[in-house]
């Protein structure tokens, strides 16, 4: 390398003297210098080549490969994430089915019990009616029955008082009694 940079040092010298003493016109167009200046043309752009070769272009090449590397490795990663984002949203999409159908499934069973319990409590209350009902009934004929001798007993009275008053005349009870219950028998066979 120094042996190299000592012959361009000494060219350097040898051809800026002669270039230096040019003395008409422009030194390019003039052929005496034409050998000097393709000599420094061919060192100058040789330079530039290695320099440009050994230096600069592995580091270009070396900042390519690492930005090639780094996108390649970020689109790998933005897969892997892709692909975990999508999985996680399966399993949400899953657990979200699974919750409706469970939450569908407690309600049709809550329904399903509701109308159980209402059937029973309504059977319950038909059937205590109907015991209510029968009871009363009973009840009503009963009093029917217990009645009729005292509705007697108190039309009779009632009769014989409205005769008396209206006539003036005293009425047999016991007359009175027999055409107040015939009346009473015709009108229960009527309603019987």
Do not use: H
């Not at 996108?71 to 984002?85: C, H, P, R, S, T």
């Amino acid at each position: 390398m120094k042996k190299t940079y000592i012959l361009i040092n000494i060219a350097l010298f040898a051809f800026t003297n002669q270039s230096l003493s040019s003395e008409a016109g422009m030194p390019q167009l003039n052929p005496d210098f034409w050998l000097a200046q393709i000599f420094w043309l061919l060192i100058i752009f040789s330079l530039l080549y290695i320099i440009i070769w050994k230096v600069f272009l592995p580091k270009v090449t070396y900042s390519l490969e690492n930005r090639k590397s780094k996108i390649v490795d970020d689109l790998n990663e933005a897969q892997k994430l892709k692909e975990g984002a999508e999985k996680k949203f399966n399993e949400y999409q899953k657990i979200i089915d699974d919750s409706k159908k469970e939450a569908q499934k407690i309600i049709e069973d809550g329904r399903k019990k509701l109308e159980k319990d209402i059937n029973e409590k309504k059977q319950k209350f038909n059937e205590e009616i109907e015991k209510e009902l029968m009871a009363v009934e009973k009840e009503i004929n009963d009093s029917k029955k217990n009645s009729l001798p005292n509705i007697s007993a108190i039309s009779t009275e009632i009769t014989t008082d409205i005769i008396k008053k209206i006539i003036n005349i005293e009425v047999n009870k016991s007359n009175a009694a027999a055409i107040i219950e015939d009346i009473a028998k015709i009108k229960m066979e009527k309603n019987v």
